[in-house]
């Protein structure tokens, strides 16, 4: 166990790290953040031993770090460096081998086949046994540095210290050095102490987060209580949303670049963005919509700007088919949200509403096997609340107008139509936090939606 | 196992190679001169002094004075010179994690060359030392010239960091320099003895100046061969190494210091001689690798085969007069570096 008692330290002339308490425990991957100039190296120097205390002790294993000599505590602490040039022509096997200096015993510091069997073993883990006999300098950054990774596990350590271990490699190398040393600490019970530049990998990797700020503790705990997004934008002094990761229960930051494009000021979505044709209608925003989907090409939550429908009698509106009439119609995939039901000609309402807190374009279509497709497009910032509240609220003004009308759906072709409904913000304008019956949104959303449905199932009976 | 017999063999090789060039080499630094003997005559003669066989006839024992009093203990002078600035080369380079560092970074060898052109000056003769002041007081300031650099190193960077050392070594170098520039300025008798200790000899030494350079050489090269190791490990940074388990402080210093005492009697007993330093732990680790607990040895047999031969070509090729071996040394390695640089720039360009 690592612990860290009203720790003090820094330069000769400076006074980097202040009061720092905390304890790492054994078989735990424990993530540093901080912004520039926070001390996080500095942290990590005064941890690893290359710098004094000047107040209070570090201990590991109740051992003073003072009391360790520098081979006893290379074999109990190893460091991964950021990534450096180096001068000299070494091989692989030659610097994975120097991990073993610590451990080589007696005058003439033989090598023996224990030294052999971990260099074979940490050469295996960290996978580069296949080039050991190369150089250093003809490997690619995300090898070297599992070289070094290498090197450092040979020292056998029970900490393992990493300063940006992932600095300058790519995307693909980051996840799986990151992977692995996440496999030697739930494995071999390692103890991780890494520092983190990306906020959203620390989250995802590290068990708990310490989140310095000048020196000091601002946040101490598992990601989920260190990131949020107050004490983010406090220490880091930006703007991020916070997100949860689509697939772990991790929290990821999201930043939010300050000169967002001017695209989406000076207009708003109107009837004019829409093309209804007999064989599809069309709605294109000049710039991408934050979009809540029930069905179709590009549902779920997203950002979008095209929003299609086509009527093909023949249709069996699957995704696979819907690839080809994007191709078709030249719609970018990425940005594009289709369905297809059967239809006819003249299916199509629109309407456009507007109150004193929003204003919205409603639109609703009518397939010939019953489907109903609800499309609103909202001028406004909308929270993820605010788009569910949409479209319950779309929802319950489809069915309540749909039973006034006295409208008993029976499919006249397959199953039971699925309806649809397509909730799109442009993310500029007033601020929309809710969209509830007790809005004055829902309110809008309400009236359009019904009044939209009037329209199209009076003209229906004419 | 077949990667470790080939590593085994490699190393068997290199050394079979330099030793073969080494004793090559010897043999005929002794065999040739104003006087060739033949290499089968040299070959008995030294067996013979070595196993104290008696020589009876009349030309084998003029050779055989020539060779014992002569030839051998300036060729073996080389050597040593040789060896201790290619190792004491291979160690800077390593330590300063830089290939173009060489012995003479830390001005050690200023400080020998003042000491050495002081008493050349001023005339000085120690009683009881003699002809050997010059030796013995250029090693005293080399070695004062170290302390003074570490100490003031240690003055400016407690953390003794080597680039710290480096810039300091190079200010006391240009300082040191100044003196020597002032006292040929001022000579006008002694210049041409004084600029022929600065390019450097190993002419007319004799025994007594192997004497003087022994005991620091076998010093200075044990330590540092304890130390090679801990010089892998350095190569990687002070920082790293420290990870690593090493010692960084203790040892930088036990390095720095064996390095520079094992430079300072070579340039005390033969001048400043360039180049060896610089090239032959150079070209030792393009040829066989860093790896310093080979590249050491390497290098001190190869420095020593290497000064040897140049020693020869500077006292043969305008025979009978004899060219300062420096400037062979740096006519022959100027090249060779060159084109090891250039080799080694295009094979970078593909990578880094």
Known sequence: ?462 | MSTQTSLTNKYVLAYGVTVAFFFLSMLTAVSIGTVSIPLVETVNIIGGQLFHLSIDDHIGAMHTNIIVDIRLPRVLLAGLVGGSLAISGAVFQGLLQNPLADPYILGVSSGASVGAVATLFFNISIPLLGLYTLPVLSIVTALLTMFVVLFFARQADRAMRVETIILTGVIFSSFLGSFISLIIALTDDRLQQIMGWLLGSVSMRGWDYIGIILPFFIIGTLILLMNSKELNALVFGEARAKHLGVDVQKRKIIILVAGSILTGAAVAVSGAIGFVGLVIPHMMRRLWGPDHRHLLPLSIITGAGFLMLTDLVSRTIISPSVLPIGVITALIGAPVFALILMKQRKGMRGGL
């Open chain 1, 1 to 462: 166990m690592l612990t860290l008692k009203s720790v003090a330290g820094g330069y000769d002339d400076k006074q980097v790290i202040q009061d720092m308490n905390f304890s790492v425990f054994p078989g735990e991957f424990f993530g540093i953040l901080g912004p520039n100039g926070s001390g996080k190296t500095t942290l990590l120097k005064l941890i690893s031993g290359l710098l004094p205390c000047s107040d209070g002790s570090i201990q590991l294993d109740n051992q003073d770090l003072q009391q360790f000599s520098t081979k006893a505590l290379a074999r109990k602490m190893a460091v991964l460096p950021q990534l450096t040039s180096h001068a000299f022509p070494y091989t692989v096997r030659d610097t994975v081998a120097l991990g073993r200096y610590a451990h080589l015993q007696g005058v003439f510091q033989t090598w023996t086949a224990e030294d052999e069997r971990v260099v074979e073993t940490v050469m295996e883990q960290t996978h580069i046994t296949g080039f050991q006999h190369h150089l250093l300098q003809e490997l690619s950054g995300g090898e070297q540095q599992r070289v070094f990774l290498a090197q450092a596990l040979a020292q056998e350590p029970a900490v393992l210290l990493l300063d940006e271990p992932t600095n300058h490699l790519d995307l693909a190398y980051q996840k799986d050095l990151l992977d692995l040393l996440k496999r030697m600490v739930r494995e071999q019970h390692l103890t991780v102490v890494a520092i983190f530049h990306d906020v959203n990998l620390a989250s995802l990797y590290g068990d708990r987060l310490l989140l310095m700020h000048g020196g000091q503790v601002k946040a101490l705990g598992r990601p989920d209580g260190v990131l949020t997004e107050s004490v983010v934008n406090d220490v880091y002094q930006t703007g991020v949303k916070k997100n949860p990761h689509p697939s772990m229960a991790k929290p990821q930051m999201h930043l939010i670049p300050s000169d967002y494009p001017s695209v989406t000021k000076g207009f708003r979505l109107d009837a004019s963005m829409l093309d209804v044709q007999p064989e599809r209608v069309t709605f294109i925003s000049p710039a991408p919509l934050r979009t809540f989907a029930s069905h179709g090409w590009g549902s779920g939550i997203g950002w979008n700007r095209y929003v299609v429908q086509w009527f093909d009698a023949t249709c069996s509106a699957d995704i696979e088919t819907m690839g080809d009439y994007l191709a078709r119609d030249g719609f970018d995939p990425a940005q594009t949200i289709g369905m297809v039901t059967a239809g006819s000609i003249d299916n199509t309402v629109y309407y456009f509403g507007e109150n004193e807190a929003a204003s919205l374009l409603t639109v609703v279509t009518v397939g010939q096997e019953g489907t109903i497709s609800v499309w609103l497009f909202i001028n406004g910032i909308m929270t993820d609340e605010a788009f569910m509240q949409a479209m319950m609220t779309a929802a319950e003004a489809k069915t309540q107008t749909l039973r006034e009308l006295g409208v008993t759906r029976t499919p006249s072709i397959g199953p039971y139509p699925e309806d649809r409904i397509v909730v799109a913000a442009l993310q500029y304008g007033p601020n929309l936090p809710g969209a509830g019956m007790t809005i004055d949104l829902g309110q809008l959303i309400h009236d359009c939606v019904c009044k939209a449905l009037w329209k199209r199932m009076q003209s229906n009976d004419d």
